[in-house]
């Protein structure tokens, strides 16, 4: 039976962050949240838990987190588009390293020592070997990757400094939804392959693929998907790793498998028993060929094993989750206006 611990979750009513809070909940965690409900959903956490804040507030934070008698702290609250970062930087920088700053400036203040990060492996950039590892260089090359290296940098520094330790989870591309669809993803807008996909299956309006003359397989990029709630369970796993005394680390989060485009595409396809209809452009500017995740650092360290680690899995509970929202049913038109096709980032 797991001690129960007092956790605060912040971005705990986004896609990620509600997975996690859940798997707390059910290991009998005390649980609070702190959202300010700007990309997440105030039905994908219970009522009692959440704490409508925002990160910069950092008084406010210090006085929850001591009020909670937090023991540590989960940490999802981002913005996450790699294109709305290269539009609009300030924001990136302005919202996920100052929120974080402001929220380790509250830990320290409440005295709480330990801290998951929900980082990103776009803080690889596009390295030219795979599967990557923990030690490839860090080189982002968009403000969303390069927000997530500063707060690498600074959660570094509060180690040092202030004795804060911290696991920062280096996720590769989070896919699917509760195997029961009670959860899933609801970004708006959608920036994520496989809801896009089921999105262009359920209203037909075409998916853009962005380039088909990649060194790879079929032509198209290759990816590592996984499974939200294995990314859930890393970080259960990093939290009580640091609850027992585990010194700062950082890990991959990803199969160590990757699928192209197309690849993805056709299992869509057989999930779904509907063609996806898609048009092919040219390539899209920063895109890798190819991004895998070597794991076998958090699988040794911390026993992490992928329970859905197959991608037709995957599809599978993220087309459970879209059939039971409103307005999804597969023999629905698309919405008024959607004539132009479906992007994605990867």
Do not use: K, Q
């Given at each position: 039976m797991t001690t129960p611990r007092r956790i605060l979750v912040t971005g705990g009513a986004g896609y990620i962050g509600s997975h996690t809070v859940r798997l707390l909940l059910e290991r009998g965690h005390e649980v609070t949240v702190v959202d300010n409900l700007s990309k997440g959903y105030r039905h994908n956490v219970p009522p009692e838990r959440l704490c409508e804040l925002n990160l910069a507030d950092t008084d406010a934070l210090a006085r929850l987190l001591d009020r909670q008698r937090a023991e540590a702290v989960i940490h999802f609250a981002a913005f996450i588009s790699v294109g709305e970062s290269m539009r609009e930087p300030e924001r990136y920088f302005a919202n996920n390293v100052g929120g974080s700053l402001s929220l380790l400036t509250a830990m320290v203040r409440a005295g709480v020592k330990h801290l998951v990060f929900s980082s990103t492996a776009a803080v690889y950039g596009n390295p030219q070997d795979n599967p990557i590892l923990e030690t490839f260089p860090i080189q982002a090359v968009n403000p969303y990757g390069e927000s997530k290296v500063m707060v690498e940098t600074l959660l570094r520094w509060f180690?040092?400094?202030?004795?804060?330790?911290?696991?920062?989870?280096?996720?590769?591309?989070?896919?699917?939804?509760?195997?029961?669809?009670?959860?899933?993803?609801?970004?708006?807008?959608?920036?994520?392959?496989?809801?896009?996909?089921?999105q262009a299956v359920t209203t037909g309006t075409p998916i853009a693929v962005f380039g088909d003359d990649y060194e790879t397989p079929d032509g198209t990029c290759i990816r590592d998907y996984v499974h939200v709630d294995d990314l859930a369970q890393a970080h259960i796993l990093a939290l009580e790793y640091l609850l027992g005394g585990g010194a700062s680390e950082r890990f991959n989060v990803g199969t160590g498998t990757g699928h192209t485009v197309m690849e993805t595409i056709r299992v869509v396809e057989a999930v779904t028993g509907r063609k996806v209809p898609y048009t092919v452009g040219p390539r899209r500017e920063g895109d890798a060929p190819s991004l895998v995740a070597a794991s076998g650092k958090l699988r040794d360290k911390l026993g992490w094993k992928p329970q859905y680690a197959e991608l037709r899995t995957i599809v599978e509970h993220a087309w459970n989750f879209a059939r039971k929202r409103p307005g999804t049913s597969p023999d629905q038109a698309g919405p008024a206006g959607s004539d132009k096709p479906f992007n994605f980032s990867i």
């Open positions: 180690d040092e400094i202030h004795h804060l330790s911290s696991v920062c989870l280096r996720y590769f591309n989070a896919a699917g939804a509760d195997p029961e669809g009670r959860l899933g993803e609801e970004h708006v807008p959608e920036t994520h392959l496989i809801p896009l996909l089921l």
